[in-house]
């Protein structure tokens, strides 16, 4: 079969939050897949289930690839995952956008694939000679060696960079930008890491634009928002409300929590309808000690109901028997 969209997801903490994460893009995203990959330094020890298990619950899921390649990873050391990733799912199936995504991205509107099929791509765009505040990436990618043999062999001057959550490119477009970056870069030999996921894929399919077969990409805007300007960048459930009414091309949002419980976690269950399959997919899939969490959860919510209900009944019995009692003696 042939994909709409396949995302690309670095992963390396807590596998039953993993999950959460492929239920929630698969109810807001049809016809898409998920491509894995699996950090060297993966925290086991964190997660409540064991990768076999994940691995058996996925495959029961289906269309979620697990990259068997697992590349050295870090902060701003992430490049070569969606790299590796992309020449992965490229031999395992066929599909019209690659798109990258974070492990903390969660979905929180439907209409995606609708947006971007009419553009070649999408990412935000900041010629990072032109900006007049500090941005660490920019200056680290203005003393990049391998990046001006990249822009040297393209002929162009100008270093881009965007936010890499929620950009999107056409198979083909992109198969061109690995191949344009990689006959320079390898991680292996990198003396300085920093975010080069933010640079090079939008400054090479800017300078690509300059080709006769890529002169007229159509881009499109972004389709996952973070809230930058805030300390921790957590998403609040008053904003995903928020974007969730507004006709603008965000479909998906960032950060959130890699908690099972947190509470826009449990929102974007419940509102969004797939709380139900994602019990039974557990459930059924008898990993134990997951189900319990999603017991408690439940009770948590049915102790709410019930001190609620609680609370109504005393008003009402102090309003129907105390209360006219006190008035008559009174």
Known sequence: MKYN????????EKFEVVLDQVINFFYYNNNCAIV?????????????????????????IGNVFVNPESVRTGLGDIIQVHLSN??????????????????????????MYDYIKNYDCGYCLVNVLNIDWHWRTGESAKKDDTLKRIMKELNTEVIYG??????????????????????????????????????????????????????SLLKGNLVTYIPWRTITMNIKIRKIVELQ???????????????LNDSVRQYLRKTGGYYKDEINMISSAKIGNIYILYLNELYRELSIHISIMGKRIKNMFIKLCILPIFTYHS
Do not use: W
Request: neutral net charge; charged residues 25%; contains cysteine.
């Open 5 to 12: 969209i396949v995302f690309s997801i670095p992963i390396h």
């Open 36 to 60: 894995f990959h699996i950090s060297q330094g993966f925290n086991y020890e964190s997660s409540l289930i064991s990768k076999d298990s994940f691995i058996q619950i996925i495959s029961k």
């Open 86 to 111: 992309f020449k992965y799912i490229s031999t395992k199936a066929e599909f019209d956008f690659f798109c990258m995504s974070a492990s903390n991205d969660m979905f929180i509107k439907k209409g």
């Open 162 to 215: 965007s936010q890499i959550e929620g950009t999107y490119y056409k198979k083909e477009l992109f198969a061109n930008i690995v191949r344009e970056i990689e006959n320079y870069f390898d991680y292996k030999l990198i003396s300085e890491k920093y975010p080069r996921d933010e640079i090079y894929f939008t400054t090479v399919a800017e300078a690509l634009q300059g080709q006769k077969d890529t002169s």
């Open 245 to 259: 009414t507004n006709d603008d091309a965000f479909y998906c949002v960032k950060r959130v929590p890699r908690n």
